[in-house]
């Protein structure tokens, strides 16, 4: 696939133009601005946590805050990438693609749910526009509870 400046996909690419690759590779996967935000906020509760970490060791899936001891797995969604009931909007531009993207991306996402709950663990998923302060008291509330419990 080529574009009018001459600039011709990888094979086997999803991009349909250099600018949409360029765009698409500058997605975060990590360190997002709310994840950022919410850790920051967790932090100054005085907890410490692992950041994008295997909570199970033989599953190949990373949280965005793990609490190994008290066994609680944070994630914060970005809205597009896991099909917020709010704010997804399926694009114009290769619509079957990236909408199967999304649900193979939700439908992970409820078999990583089920494999920790099933493992002891307690999952947290917020969506990336829900408020930091919220997510944070949230979290530091679950832990703290959970530490209180187990020990």
């Not at 765009?23 to 935000?37: F, G, H, V, Y």
């Not at 692992?50 to 914060?76: C, N, Q, S």
């Not at 399926?90 to 089920?114: I, L, M, Q």
Request: hydrophobic letters at 40%; proline letters at 6%.
């Amino acid at each position: 696939m080529s574009d009018e400046i001459g600039w011709t996909a990888p094979e086997g690419s999803w991009a349909s133009s250099a600018a949409r690759r360029r765009n698409m590779q500058a997605i975060r996967s990590r360190d997002t601005k709310p994840e950022q935000r919410i850790r920051r906020l967790v932090h100054a509760h005085g907890l410490r946590y692992r950041v994008a970490a295997r909570p199970l060791p033989g599953l190949r899936r990373t949280a965005d805050m793990v609490f190994r001891p008290a066994k609680v797995a944070v994630f914060i969604d970005g809205c597009y990438w896991h099909g917020c009931p709010d704010h997804y909007v399926a694009p114009r531009t290769n619509p079957g693609y990236w909408s199967e993207k999304v649900a193979k991306n939700v439908a992970r996402d409820r078999d990583t749910d089920h494999r920790l709950i099933e493992a002891g663990w307690l999952v947290l998923r917020f969506w990336e526009h829900e408020p930091a302060e919220l997510c944070a008291d949230k979290i530091a509330a679950s832990v703290i509870q959970r530490r209180f419990r187990d020990g």
